[in-house]
């Protein structure tokens, strides 16, 4: 179980208290993240306010072309020429974005954002009322997938807290008010790397769950299909020949395994098959260790795996993309993990709070093609890190499964 322990339950609490604990939880993290989005990415203003959040422009954009009747998969942003890559059903479920001032929708999307990042928090077992608030103060200004993600307006901390609700919900007095499954099924139909969790859960005994996710992902994506059918065609056409629609595996910003084969090797056929295939190997690896610590109760550790083996299966994972260390970092907190693992979990955690990749290294336009040895150990420390984790837990669960003593058979 995680080191930190819950407060008491909600529901022993008067709504008012509720109330109360709730703003205390989201507010300060809220006004902090309103107060630095400006500063976050290039382009952005504090006065007047106008934070330069560009991939809340693609959707703001993709949408009303969406609803022009225009190609989505053909839709630019202003100055920066950002294409939209998500599965239209993503573009669907954003249409709301299409009406109303975009500074309202900014504002609000940041408010999801916190709110998520907190909902993680809390579920991971992070103390609840002001405590909660001070953390996410410090996760805003210090994690940079947090603060990279409110800044350009992305989806990867709504997406992970979709994935921790369904497996790690509230207390047992708070009654799951949506069937396990669904929320992983819509995480994945918005973005596809998330269906790892289905294998996960087919690991740990919950098929039902597994089989509900695999139909809510039919289901969300059937209706893109219904209503952009030829959109869904274009897009998993594409995806299945390799179109991702944005930069080369080789930039210094992908810290995926796929990365780390490009920068140091190349960028032939070859060297894309063979990382892709020991991407797939790890998937499986750490599925099979993270459903080992889901039966050890170290259940939150099991959901932290699981995340950072998605990105680092991922062909592209930028470093906004790694949200996922939130639930690492608080299970590695937890005396049930073993010490080096959570030595190196917690090293891993720190260093990619820090994204010394983007902050020291040059990038961008085959830059990467030159780096030197130091400069390629803090480009692919990340990914080698995570790796290097999943194979020596991977090793422990062999090693002490071989340690078991073979019961005897007593024939009378």
């Known amino acids: ?84 890559i998500y599965p239209p059903i993503a573009a ?24 998520a990042q907190q909902s993680v928090l809390k579920r991971c077992g992070a103390p609840r ?64 790397t998330p269906a790892l969790f289905v294998i996960f859960m087919f690991l740990i005994g919950k098929r039902r769950a597994a089989l509900t996710s695999i139909i809510s992902f039919a289901a969300f994506t059937g209706i893109g299909a219904i209503l952009l059918f030829r959109e869904t065609v274009v897009f998993f056409g594409g995806l299945s020949g390799g179109d991702t629609r944005t930069a080369s595996p080789l930039y210094a910003g992908n810290q995926s395994l796929l990365g780390v084969f490009f920068r140091l090797g190349d960028s032939s056929r070859t060297t894309t098959l063979l990382g892709l295939a020991v991407a797939g190997v790890l998937a499986v690896l750490g599925c099979l260790v993270a459903a080992h610590w889901w039966r050890s109760d170290e259940k939150v550790f099991a959901v932290a795996i699981v995340g950072l083996t998605t990105c680092l299966a991922s062909p592209l994972s930028w470093t906004h993309h790694y949200v996922w260390i939130l639930p690492m970092a608080m299970a590695v907190l937890s005396p049930g993990v073993p010490r080096w693992a959570r030595y190196v979990g917690g090293f891993w955690v720190a260093w990619v709070f820090i994204c010394l990749p983007l902050a020291v290294l040059p990038y961008g336009g085959g830059r990467e093609r030159q780096f030197d040895f130091l400069q390629q150990l803090v480009a692919n420390l990340g990914p080698i890190l995570g790796v290097i984790l999943l194979v020596g837990l991977a090793w422990q669960l062999v090693v002490s499964t071989r340690a078991q003593p073979i019961p005897t058979t007593v024939h009378p």
Request: a positive charge; proline letters at 9%.
């Open 129 to 192: 009322g002001w405590k909660l608030g001070l953390l996410g103060i410090a996760v805003v200004l210090a994690v940079e997938p947090i603060r990279t993600t409110l800044g350009y307006g992305q989806v990867n901390t709504m997406l992970m807290a979709l994935v921790v609700a369904d497996l790690l919900p509230d207390p047992p007095e708070h009654r799951r008010r949506i069937p396990q499954g669904i929320l992983i099924g819509l995480a994945a139909a918005i973005k596809l």
């Open 1 to 84: 179980m995680t080191l930190l322990a819950r407060s008491a339950p909600a529901a022993s609490l008067p709504v008012s208290r509720r109330l109360a604990r709730a703003a205390v939880e989201f507010l300060p993290p809220m006004a902090v993240a309103l107060l630095i989005l400006p500063y976050i990415i290039k382009g952005g203003q504090a006065f007047p306010w106008e934070p330069s959040t560009i991939d809340l422009q693609v959707y703001v954009y993709t949408v009303k072309d969406m609803l022009a009747g225009k190609d989505i998969f053909a839709t630019t942003t202003p100055v920066w020429n950002l294409y939209f």
């Open 92 to 115: 669907i479920l954003m249409t709301p974005l299409a009406f109303g001032p975009y500074v309202f929708w900014q504002v609000v999307w940041t408010g999801g954002l916190v709110w």
